[in-house]
């Protein structure tokens, strides 16, 4: 099965600054990696996802890398703000391809200091 | 925010209570999951539904019961829980199996006493 890590489990940054979140994977055949943001109390919310067949996707301040060769992959906030505080998950398909069974990383706590 | 709604959205139960709870769907998809989510714990899928049949039980206790009765309902069935099955539980949905993009619930915070 899929084994997903996520480094760093917290990482503070001051307003303005980027964040970046990793993760690594251990199925060759995974193509699917979604981002998912989970503000306190409130339920996980997707963010950005990438398929196998693009390696870099942005959406605004957000952006997600995809090295397949090496199996890893990483989320990027370029200047940050207050409200991207929250807990941020990565997940890969467990199944490796299109499967509907994710498996999720541990998550990583990010806080923005104002 | 209203797409998948889950109740009731907190619980306090004893161990030899039975207390469900539902998650219904208004996206118009075909995959449902349980999820449970623990502190300083990823993410834990527990069950998945696709067209109202199980595809998937990721070992998870009997005590622990779902049901389908159709695409856009999800129940979880709850009887002789123990205090370390407190946590959050999330319910989420898709368009089917194959398309892995997951809308999640609001989450049942559950307290076993």
């Known amino acids: 099965g899929e084994n997903v890590e996520q480094h760093p489990s917290t990482l503070s940054v001051q307003e303005g600054d980027s964040a970046v979140i990793k993760c690594t994977y251990s199925?060759?055949?995974?193509?699917?990696f979604p981002w998912y943001k989970q503000e306190l109390g409130k339920r996980p919310q997707l963010i950005i996802d990438?398929?196998?067949?693009?390696g870099e996707k942005k959406d605004q301040r957000i952006a997600v890398t995809l090295n397949k060769t090496a199996k890893h992959f990483s989320l990027h906030i370029t200047e940050t703000q207050p409200e991207d505080s929250a807990v941020y998950f990565c997940?890969?398909?467990?199944?490796?391809?299109?499967?509907?069974?994710?498996?999720f990383g541990q998550g990583t706590i990010l806080t923005v200091h104002p | 925010e209203t797409g998948v709604t889950q109740t009731p959205r907190h619980l306090v139960m004893g161990m030899t209570n039975k207390k469900s709870l539902k998650c219904e769907q208004h996206?118009?998809?075909?995959?449902m999951y349980w999820y449970k989510q623990s502190a300083k714990k990823p993410l834990e899928l527990m069950f998945v539904?696709?067209?109202?049949?199980?595809?998937e039980n990721n070992s998870v206790p009997s005590r622990f019961s779902p049901e389908c009765p159709n695409s856009s309902h999800l129940f979880l069935h709850l009887h002789t829980l123990q205090p370390e099955d407190s946590a959050l539980y999330l319910c989420?949905?898709?368009?089917?199996?194959?398309?892995?993009?997951?809308?999640f619930g609001p989450g049942t915070r559950l307290l076993v006493l």
């Open positions: 989420a949905s898709s368009q089917d199996r194959e398309i892995e993009t997951q809308y």
């Open positions: 996206l118009g998809h075909n995959a």
């Open positions: 997940a890969a398909p467990t199944g490796g391809t299109s499967y509907g069974k994710l498996t």
């Open positions: 990438i398929r196998s067949n693009v």
């Open positions: 539904y696709n067209f109202k049949e199980q595809t």
């Open positions: 199925d060759s055949a995974s193509n699917y």
